[in-house]
């Protein structure tokens, strides 16, 4: 879906599980959590598109990586406009990633979120 709205709409897509573990590779654990924020900022702002969509993006809740998804998307979202693929639900009004007790559980108010479900 998510390939051809990007299609239709002319906005480049990134594939951000592949991009982002590429430039994570040669990184020791402790640079990963100092720099990913700053790494995917970078694979962003390399696409020079003010509309941007992202896919495979389960790398940022790995915990190993320290990141606050919710956070970074904001802060992505400053400067363009995202669509984002989330891997999870909505439940009274927050997305969810994961189930309670997972490592990588987030639970995120999507008040100010624009969201598109497809079951």
Known sequence: MLRTVTKQSKM??????????????????????LRVADLIADLFDETEAPRLAVDNTEIIFDPSLAL????????????RLLV??????????????????????????????????IE
Request: proline residues 7%; positive net charge; without cysteine.
């Open 12 to 33: 480049p897509l990134l594939n951000l599980g592949v991009k982002l573990s590429q430039r994570l590779l040669p990184l020791t654990i402790r640079e990963r959590k």
């Open 68 to 79: 606050n998804p919710a956070g970074l998307l904001q802060n992505l979202s400053r400067t």
């Open 84 to 117: 984002w693929s989330w891997n999870g639900k909505i439940e009274d009004g927050h997305v969810i990633y994961a189930e309670p007790g997972h490592p990588e559980y987030h639970r995120v108010s999507a008040d100010n979120m624009t969201l598109i479900t």
